[in-house]
């Protein structure tokens, strides 16, 4: 049986879903096994994982004939997993070698259910590191509350939380039936997390980075990434969070149903800017008048925004400053 299962969601993943999974290939640790999830993909994904199934006995393949999304994908590579832990990866992404060795004995350790580390924020068009999610600090291993993971995925928020990916304990996910959210193309991993800690998950935060993340536009010349696959529809996200907050409200602190009510508003600002250039892009003035009907909610989002490119500037040149970037080479 393997220690850690790695599910990896693929779709038109082709030319980049190699780099994933040689990542895995550099773990210090080799008890491991990957499970793809081909998810209806129209290019050369599907052959090229057959191929390293083929000459990877670790290496296991689902077809999913319609593209279905992320969470149907990872809910169907869960299913068949049979590692301990569960460790979640992006096909564009990639795991630094000590990565699955770090957190699983910190979990172990600490007893936990989930564990979540810092990232490397990678420019996708340089494939250089452009900043961390956050500071580490002197304690790497501490325990995230869940008001301070709240605290995290608000407005105002530099990097949102909800993207960092973690390790599950599977026995735990099977015991508590939590499932990834199959409506949801955007905001998946959120949900999966606070669902974990509606039932009491005990969470570890890692400060220091073994996730590279591929950001969704380069931070310099803000061209959109090549790899990414997913249109932002924040809809379903929204009616799932306010359903989360209804189901889970008396058994939420004050400020942790403060905190959720304020991160749908957060998401409710997101989709009132999208909507407001969509509609300035098509001349659309009964679209522009609707989303002035609310210019509150305009106002934050359209600030937050600026706020939040201002501080990747600054980011960006104080790791340029104290780090010599780190290029992690053409074929990444």
């Avoid at 290019?43 to 999304?69: E, F, Q, Y």
């Avoid at 990232?119 to 301070?148: G, H, M, Y």
Wanted: net charge neutral.
């Amino acid at each position: 049986m393997p220690y850690v299962s790695v599910v990896i969601p693929a779709f038109n993943a082709a030319d980049f879903v190699i780099n994933s999974y040689q990542s895995i290939v550099d773990q210090t640790i080799d008890d491991w096994e990957v499970i793809f999830v081909n998810d209806g993909s129209h290019d050369g994904t599907l052959s090229i994982l057959r191929s390293l199934a083929t000459a990877d006995s670790r290496v296991k393949v689902i077809d999913l004939p319609l593209n279905t999304g992320p969470a149907c994908a990872r809910n169907a590579a869960i299913s068949l997993a049979k590692g301990d832990w569960i460790a979640m990866l992006d096909a564009d992404d990639r795991y630094s070698p000590d990565r699955l060795k770090s957190m699983t004995t910190v979990a172990e350790r600490a007893r936990a259910d989930v564990v979540l580390d810092n990232q490397f924020i990678v420019d996708p068009i340089s494939k250089r590191v452009c900043f961390l999610a956050f500071e580490p600090n002197r304690n790497d291993a501490t325990d995230l509350k869940f008001s301070d993971f709240l605290q995290n995925i608000q407005s105002d928020t530099f990097f949102d939380y909800g993207y960092l990916q973690p390790i599950i304990s599977r026995r735990w996910l099977a015991a508590q039936g939590i499932r990834y959210k199959e409506n949801l193309r955007v905001g998946e991993d959120l949900m999966l997390l606070l669902e974990c800690y509606a039932q009491h998950a005990k969470v570890i935060l890692l400060s220091k980075p073994h996730y590279y993340y591929f950001f969704q536009y380069s931070q310099t010349s803000q061209a959109r990434s090549p790899t990414t696959r997913t249109e932002p529809v924040y809809g379903p996200l929204l009616a799932t969070m306010d359903e989360y907050l209804e189901r889970y409200q008396l058994a939420l602190t004050r400020l942790e149903r403060t905190l959720v009510s304020s991160a749908s508003e957060a998401v409710r600002e997101t989709m009132t800017v999208a909507a407001l250039k969509a509609a300035i892009a098509e001349f659309n003035v009964v679209g522009v008048t609707s989303c002035l009907r609310h210019p509150i909610r305009l106002f934050r989002g359209v600030y937050f925004a600026k706020k939040r490119n201002l501080l990747f500037q600054r980011h960006l040149r104080k790791f340029q400053q104290t780090e010599s970037g780190l290029n992690l080479g053409p074929d990444v």
